[in-house]
């Protein structure tokens, strides 16, 4: 728990004090959980126990959406169906077609596939920074 500590919430690192140079990890520890999270990329948590056994310790950690997370992308894309659904009903055709259906359906992959990635990034981020905080500990 001590190196996760020590590891997290340390001063922001920025180029003319304004430009980010690096991943600023913040997060807390209590008794024997902890939580981390990139700075500025809070949508995905990790959440951790360690137990401690006879010659170490045992850390498992689990790398997920926040549940706020999960609501606010729901939220986004409904709003995103309505918002295609307005501007598809829009004088001079008020009703909706297979084009717009289409198009707006390719628009949500879109968004979908750029969160993805974006989440995708935000795991390996936090998966690298667990890794390096304890690349001299012995793995099983």
């Known amino acids: 728990m001590a190196k996760i500590a020590s590891a997290i919430n340390r001063p922001k690192k920025r180029a003319f004090g304004v430009l980010k140079t690096g991943n600023e990890f913040v997060g807390f520890t209590h008794n024997d959980t902890f939580e981390i999270w990139e700075r500025q990329k809070r949508a995905i948590h990790g959440r951790g126990t360690v137990r401690g056994l006879r010659g170490g310790s045992h850390i498992e950690m689990r790398i997920a959406p926040r549940g706020a997370t999960k609501v606010l992308v729901g939220v986004f894309f409904a709003l995103y169906a309505l918002v295609a659904a307005g ?25 979908a596939a750029i969160f993805a990635a974006s989440a995708a990034q935000q795991r390996a981020d936090l998966q690298r920074f667990l890794d390096g905080t304890f690349k001299d500990a012995p793995r099983l």
């Open 87 to 111: 501007i598809a009903t829009q004088p001079p055709r008020t009703d909706i077609g297979v084009e717009e259906i289409v198009i707006s359906l390719g628009g949500a992959a879109l968004l």
